[in-house]
């Protein structure tokens, strides 16, 4: 009788375990297959009309070292953008003491109007991961973790993550340059290495100080932005390490953000970005 209850009790185990595979599988199809679907319908917006080639009459009103940005970068005769794509691999982590956890991400963004969806995969330990997705859209603001794809975690949304949306898509452009000329980005000079934008999205602004080299790269970006741990904004800095080319464009290909508080700086999250393509309104 003892060997037929262990085996009773393996084979429960074991039936257990294949349901629950079984039940993370189907999250992770059913995640992916929302969040696909979000960025289908953000790119089925975007109008594309006459191929638009940027010339030194587009940037003339900018400040001079956005001007050397955007000669640096490439954007000078390329085609203006109106979507994104980037593929990143990096690692994040939640608190100061904590371990870094692998991440892989893919994003997806418009421009003008400004919105931007990212999926990223977390990997906690060893068959542990966690799927996020982090989206501005339509002057929204919203962050879903869930555990094994089917567990929700992180949740956050309302006036305070729209206004971090904005600010996050504002720090991204880093990615995409090209959108630092358009019309609902204004540009205010400080110094030959500084400017500060203030970019506006129907009620909502979000306003930073974009830092540059000698020739025209963007080296880091800071700003106040609302910290949802401290439940108020604190200074946030996004600098960035080297830089490569990604087709016709020459970006960071790295970076980190940090937050500064008066407990001293988290640098919470450093990635890679491993491919970055424009006006490709598609899912890689």
């Not at 794809?149 to 992180?154: N, T, Y």
């Not at 904004?233 to 990604?246: A, D, E, F, Q």
Request: glycine share 8%.
């Amino acid at each position: 009788k003892g060997r037929k209850m262990i085996k009773i009790i393996f084979l429960l185990i074991v039936g257990l375990i294949v349901l629950f595979a079984m039940a993370v599988n189907i999250g992770k199809w059913s995640f992916n297959k929302k969040v696909d679907g979000m960025v289908s319908a953000m790119m089925k917006q975007v109008e594309f009309g006459k191929s638009e080639i940027v010339t030194e009459k587009d940037i003339a009103y900018l400040p001079e070292p956005v001007q050397k940005c955007m000669r640096y970068s490439g954007v000078i005769g390329s085609e203006r953008v109106r979507t994104v794509r980037l593929k990143m691999r990096g690692e994040i982590r939640m608190k100061k003491e904590s371990s870094w956890w692998p991440t892989t991400a893919e994003e997806y963004y418009t421009v003008n109007p400004p919105r931007l969806i990212w999926k990223a995969n977390v990997k906690v330990a060893p068959l542990v991961s966690f799927k996020v997705v982090d989206s501005y859209l339509d002057g929204k603001g919203t962050m879903l973790g869930k555990l094994f794809a089917l567990f929700p975690l992180v949740k956050g949304e309302g006036p305070e993550m729209d206004e971090a949306g904005l600010m996050r898509y504002l720090n991204e452009c880093t990615w995409f340059p090209g959108a630092l000329i358009e019309d609902n980005i204004k540009w205010e000079a400080i110094n030959e290495k500084s400017a500060r934008a203030t970019l506006t999205d129907g009620n909502l602004q979000a306003t930073a100080i974009f830092y540059f080299d000698e020739q025209g790269r963007i080296v880091d970006f800071e700003a106040q932005r609302y910290n949802s741990d401290a439940k108020k904004k604190l200074k946030w800095t996004t600098p960035v390490s080297g830089y490569r080319k990604y087709g016709k464009i020459n970006l960071a290909s790295g970076g980190s953000a940090i937050w500064h508080s008066e407990s001293g700086v988290f640098n919470y999250i450093r990635l890679e970005i491993l491919d970055a393509e424009y006006n490709i309104p598609e899912l890689y």
